[in-house]
């Protein structure tokens, strides 16, 4: 039996162990660790996971895919842990909103002898944990991949097999380059969303304003009921991403009150007729096309699993290897 | 057969006629009239309308009620035109977004002897038009009446009943009062909407963005997909409530912006911790209970319309000649 480890058993870890539990890929196990017990037997109720292990460094003992879905903060002591716990050749990824900070912590303390490809699965769900753990989730969505410079071919493909296990579509970017687009698109929503509802409720008018409240407040603050661990996380791992994108939204809102105050009717309309027609196009045609390069081909999990448990370990152990003689060569002149 | 007319057959005139219709009052018919012939036979069709008249006047004339469904800025026309054949007696609603405006159209353009009561049910779609009709759009929504200093009793009822005949919960508000808070609960969401998408779709990296765009930046920005008609209309009849909300709103995304940049931990938690607990309790419990005074009771549509076919007609009546006779008296001394 090859193992797959999950760290962490929210409503991402969770969902991801659905899906690969779903796909019943022979000779492949999951083995699932969470902060609390509870979750932990919940997880293996709904069939996340086969086994359950107590702490972090027993999940990923014999893992060749470890899956960190902890929460951002969370992710640095749990690599520390994990790290002298891990098989040589394992490939390890996580699923955290922000991506430099995870792929600086991989490079201090994960061992040479494992890969890192750090992810990012574009999906979610204001309600958090295990109770809301969906395989569908992933279904359609992008799955940020961010391998680090030394990772394998075939840790980048394993990473790539699990996303395309889950439904969702394998992106490749670079972990500051993530950064700063999530800002724009995931975080500033966050942001906002929050900030709107907190303007309203701590108003005087809150009672009168409530009741008024329709679908439209409703859906532009639905972000604001995330986990506040998480929004805290983001925040702090991707502050000035997320201060130039405040910035700029401010910027923008100081052009509507321009367009507002000044009255002009043809300025009004083709401000909003702007905003809505592009969204519509958004919304019919997807994401304006750019040379994206090669498509991304189908690549299996199972075979990158059970391919790996062989191949990717002689090549890793082989590199190692290599590194130490060199090491040694430099040393001896 | 006594007639309610709805002028204007889009989105919210379709479900009212759709939600009238459905009630199937013994002896009330439904008139409608449209900007286009197209629209007009759709709502036929659709059985939003009994019978489909070519313009306000004519949809108007015999009608105990008069519902203008029409975009903000239109409803000035409207009442100008359809002042002279309306029944004296007959009761006037409208449904559009602000109040102060058409309370004050109504004053100058109604004849005395007709009932103004402003109306604004809240709800809606981002899809405009008699295709998006439904029944069921107002069901446990709060539906704004504001009426006329001179309205009387019976038509104050009526679009009580109105309202409640579609599944709504009526709330007396003044009109100014009204514009002030959708303001902030419904006019801010919408502008926000609108500078997310298009500080998003402005940027170079707009094709990177799309691709990362997720289920939170497509719910934040779906009201950016609402009419640009509305949201204009709606900007220039509420301007100065407009800007003071976005005012505050800047004010506070510059405090958020202060916490992040500190980078406190203890205070970001807490600001996103606030404001999810406030959501969840407002999802959960509702609007804050303030003392509202007695509840309205449960009033039919159909009574009221039938019977102000005879009462509310003969006590208008005696008003205008009432009035009348002061008049004479007044210039005879």
Redesign the interface.
Known sequence: MERVAIIGLGLIGGSIGLAIKRANIEGVQVVGTARTRETLQKAKKLGAIDVDAPTPADAVRDARLVIIASPIMATQPIMQEIGPALLPGAVVTDVGSTKSNAARWAKDLLPESVSFVGGHP????EQAGIAAADPDLFKG??W?IAPSVSATEGAVNTVVGLAQLTGASP?FMDPD?HD???A???H????????????????A?????????????R???????????M??DI??TN?DN??H??????D??????GI??G?A?EE??E??????L???N??VN?????DVGEPIPKISLGDMILGSAVSGYMKKQQEVLKAAEARAEGKRR
């Open positions: 574009m999906a979610g769900k969505k992008a940020v992106l380059e700063s687009y999530v724009a698109i995931s500033l929503p966050l942001l906002l969303s929050s900030a709107l509802f907190s303007v309203a409720q701590g108003s008018a809150w009672p009168e304003l409530a009741r008024l409240a329709s679908s439209g407040f859906d532009t603050t639905r972000l604001a009921s995330g986990s506040p661990e929004a805290h925040v702090l502050r997320v201060i994108w405040l910035d700029r939204f401010i923008e809102l100081r052009r509507f009150r507002v105050a009255g009717s009004v309309i401000a909003f007729t702007k905003a809505q592009e969204r519509d958004f919304l997807g994401p304006p096309q750019r």
